[in-house]
Protein backbone atom coordinates (compact mmCIF):
# COMPACT_ATOMS: atom_id res chain seq x y z
CA UNK A 1 0.00 0.00 0.00
CA UNK A 2 2.49 2.23 0.61
CA UNK A 3 4.44 2.14 -3.10
CA UNK A 4 0.97 3.98 -4.37
CA UNK A 5 1.66 6.80 -3.09
CA UNK A 6 5.29 6.95 -3.42
CA UNK A 7 4.74 6.07 -7.23
CA UNK A 8 1.75 9.06 -7.47
CA UNK A 9 4.40 11.53 -6.09
CA UNK A 10 7.13 10.58 -7.82
CA UNK A 11 4.91 11.01 -10.98
CA UNK A 12 3.92 14.36 -9.82
CA UNK A 13 7.47 14.95 -9.16
CA UNK A 14 8.43 14.47 -13.16
CA UNK A 15 5.58 15.69 -14.47
CA UNK A 16 6.22 19.18 -12.73
CA UNK A 17 9.40 18.89 -14.13
CA UNK A 18 8.52 18.42 -17.30
CA UNK A 19 6.14 21.15 -17.17
CA UNK A 20 9.11 23.54 -15.44
CA UNK A 21 11.49 22.86 -18.26
CA UNK A 22 9.22 23.27 -21.08
CA UNK A 23 8.39 26.78 -19.74
CA UNK A 24 12.09 27.04 -19.38
CA UNK A 25 12.60 26.27 -22.98
CA UNK A 26 9.85 28.60 -24.02
CA UNK A 27 11.58 31.30 -21.90
CA UNK A 28 15.17 30.79 -23.05
CA UNK A 29 14.19 30.72 -26.57
CA UNK A 30 12.83 34.28 -26.95
CA UNK A 31 16.33 35.11 -27.62
CA UNK A 32 17.79 32.28 -29.25
CA UNK A 33 21.15 34.07 -29.77
CA UNK A 34 22.18 35.11 -26.78
CA UNK A 35 23.07 33.42 -23.15
CA UNK A 36 20.53 34.08 -20.31
CA UNK A 37 23.37 33.19 -17.66
CA UNK A 38 26.14 35.29 -19.34
CA UNK A 39 23.63 38.46 -19.19
CA UNK A 40 22.99 37.85 -15.36
CA UNK A 41 26.76 37.99 -15.35
CA UNK A 42 26.70 41.56 -15.89
CA UNK A 43 23.72 42.33 -14.31
CA UNK A 44 25.32 41.54 -11.39
CA UNK A 45 27.95 43.71 -12.62
CA UNK A 46 26.19 46.70 -13.15
CA UNK A 47 23.94 46.42 -9.99
CA UNK A 48 27.50 46.56 -8.19
CA UNK A 49 28.49 49.41 -10.16
CA UNK A 50 25.28 51.45 -9.69
CA UNK A 51 24.52 50.45 -5.81
CA UNK A 52 23.45 53.68 -5.30
CA UNK A 53 20.76 54.20 -8.07
CA UNK A 54 17.40 52.89 -6.83
CA UNK A 55 17.24 50.37 -9.48
CA UNK A 56 13.96 48.38 -9.05
CA UNK A 57 13.55 46.04 -12.57
CA UNK A 58 16.55 45.20 -15.40
CA UNK A 59 14.43 43.59 -18.46
CA UNK A 60 15.54 42.78 -21.75
CA UNK A 61 13.42 43.39 -24.57
CA UNK A 62 13.46 43.04 -28.35
CA UNK A 63 13.73 46.36 -29.65
CA UNK A 64 10.84 47.32 -32.00
CA UNK A 65 9.47 50.67 -33.65
CA UNK A 66 7.19 51.41 -36.58
CA UNK A 67 9.17 54.28 -37.32
CA UNK A 68 12.39 52.28 -38.11
CA UNK A 69 12.24 53.30 -41.59
CA UNK A 70 11.61 56.89 -41.30
CA UNK A 71 14.40 57.18 -38.57
CA UNK A 72 16.98 55.41 -41.00
CA UNK A 73 15.79 57.96 -44.24
CA UNK A 74 15.76 60.55 -41.94
CA UNK A 75 19.11 62.94 -42.81
CA UNK A 76 20.91 59.83 -43.93
CA UNK A 77 21.25 58.33 -40.37
CA UNK A 78 22.06 54.82 -42.13
CA UNK A 79 20.56 51.53 -41.16
CA UNK A 80 19.52 50.90 -37.71
CA UNK A 81 21.10 47.96 -36.44
CA UNK A 82 19.73 48.61 -32.42
CA UNK A 83 18.31 44.27 -31.82
CA UNK A 84 17.76 44.17 -28.24
CA UNK A 85 17.06 46.57 -25.46
CA UNK A 86 17.56 46.79 -22.01
CA UNK A 87 14.68 48.70 -19.47
CA UNK A 88 16.44 49.66 -16.63
CA UNK A 89 12.93 50.93 -14.10
CA UNK A 90 14.42 53.40 -12.05
CA UNK A 91 12.90 54.85 -8.44
CA UNK A 92 14.55 57.96 -8.84
CA UNK A 93 13.00 61.80 -8.85
CA UNK A 94 11.03 63.09 -11.80
CA UNK A 95 13.50 66.08 -12.12
CA UNK A 96 16.46 63.23 -12.55
CA UNK A 97 14.78 62.28 -15.99
CA UNK A 98 14.72 65.84 -17.35
CA UNK A 99 17.01 66.07 -20.02
CA UNK A 100 18.51 69.35 -19.68
CA UNK A 101 20.04 68.76 -16.19
CA UNK A 102 21.07 64.90 -17.49
CA UNK A 103 24.52 65.74 -17.93
CA UNK A 104 24.95 67.44 -15.09
CA UNK A 105 25.46 64.40 -12.87
CA UNK A 106 25.64 65.45 -9.60
CA UNK A 107 23.15 62.77 -8.41
CA UNK A 108 23.67 59.15 -8.82
CA UNK A 109 20.46 58.62 -10.79
CA UNK A 110 21.59 61.62 -12.91
CA UNK A 111 24.93 59.92 -13.74
CA UNK A 112 23.51 56.79 -14.33
CA UNK A 113 20.63 57.99 -16.79
CA UNK A 114 23.62 60.01 -18.58
CA UNK A 115 26.12 56.53 -18.38
CA UNK A 116 22.69 54.76 -20.58
CA UNK A 117 23.78 57.23 -23.07
CA UNK A 118 19.85 57.01 -24.34
CA UNK A 119 19.10 60.68 -25.05
CA UNK A 120 22.46 61.44 -26.71
CA UNK A 121 22.48 61.66 -29.89
CA UNK A 122 26.04 61.65 -30.90
CA UNK A 123 26.50 58.01 -33.05
CA UNK A 124 30.53 58.50 -33.78
CA UNK A 125 32.27 57.63 -30.40
CA UNK A 126 32.65 54.08 -28.25
CA UNK A 127 28.86 52.88 -26.95
CA UNK A 128 28.02 51.87 -24.21
CA UNK A 129 31.02 52.19 -22.08
CA UNK A 130 29.48 52.02 -18.77
CA UNK A 131 27.66 48.78 -19.28
CA UNK A 132 29.86 46.92 -21.70
CA UNK A 133 33.13 45.88 -21.89
CA UNK A 134 35.64 44.01 -24.15
CA UNK A 135 33.99 40.70 -22.87
CA UNK A 136 30.68 41.36 -23.67
CA UNK A 137 30.81 39.90 -26.76
CA UNK A 138 30.52 36.59 -24.63
CA UNK A 139 26.49 37.31 -23.85
CA UNK A 140 26.58 35.18 -27.40
CA UNK A 141 25.77 32.00 -28.41
CA UNK A 142 27.95 32.68 -31.43
CA UNK A 143 30.11 35.12 -32.23
CA UNK A 144 27.93 38.62 -32.47
CA UNK A 145 26.43 38.81 -36.23
CA UNK A 146 27.52 42.81 -36.84
CA UNK A 147 31.69 44.00 -36.54
CA UNK A 148 30.53 46.20 -33.58
CA UNK A 149 27.71 44.64 -31.71
CA UNK A 150 27.48 47.61 -29.58
CA UNK A 151 25.13 48.62 -31.95
CA UNK A 152 22.90 45.99 -31.43
CA UNK A 153 22.29 47.15 -28.07
CA UNK A 154 20.08 50.15 -26.39
CA UNK A 155 20.23 50.84 -22.65
CA UNK A 156 17.00 52.84 -21.27
CA UNK A 157 16.71 54.27 -17.78
CA UNK A 158 12.61 54.36 -17.39
CA UNK A 159 10.74 55.90 -14.43
CA UNK A 160 9.29 53.35 -11.99
CA UNK A 161 6.00 52.29 -12.88
CA UNK A 162 6.37 53.94 -16.97
CA UNK A 163 5.59 51.41 -19.68
CA UNK A 164 8.67 51.07 -22.09
CA UNK A 165 8.49 52.04 -25.80
CA UNK A 166 9.86 50.97 -28.99
CA UNK A 167 9.82 47.24 -27.68
CA UNK A 168 8.20 44.02 -27.99
CA UNK A 169 6.34 43.31 -25.06
CA UNK A 170 6.18 39.27 -25.73
CA UNK A 171 9.34 38.93 -26.10
CA UNK A 172 11.59 39.93 -23.21
CA UNK A 173 13.95 38.35 -20.47
CA UNK A 174 13.32 39.84 -16.81
CA UNK A 175 16.79 39.52 -15.42
CA UNK A 176 16.31 41.38 -12.68
CA UNK A 177 14.33 40.60 -10.09
CA UNK A 178 14.75 37.09 -10.59
CA UNK A 179 12.07 36.20 -8.43
CA UNK A 180 9.73 37.75 -11.25
CA UNK A 181 11.25 35.33 -14.01
CA UNK A 182 8.33 33.76 -15.43
CA UNK A 183 5.70 36.31 -14.63
CA UNK A 184 4.22 38.57 -17.41
Not at 15 to 37: D, E, M, R
Not at 90 to 116: G, Y
Not at 138 to 149: A, G, L, R, T
Amino acid sequence: MTIQPLLLSAWIFSLSTIIALGFANIYFYKFQNLKYFSLLRYVKIWRKEFKDVPIKSIILYKFYSKHRKEFEQHENFGELKTNYTVIFELDCLEEDFEIETIHNSNTPCRKFISDTEHYWTLRNHPKHVAFMDSSFHEVYKEPPPIDNFRDEWDFVPIKCGEKPSNVLIKRKWILYPLIRFFRK
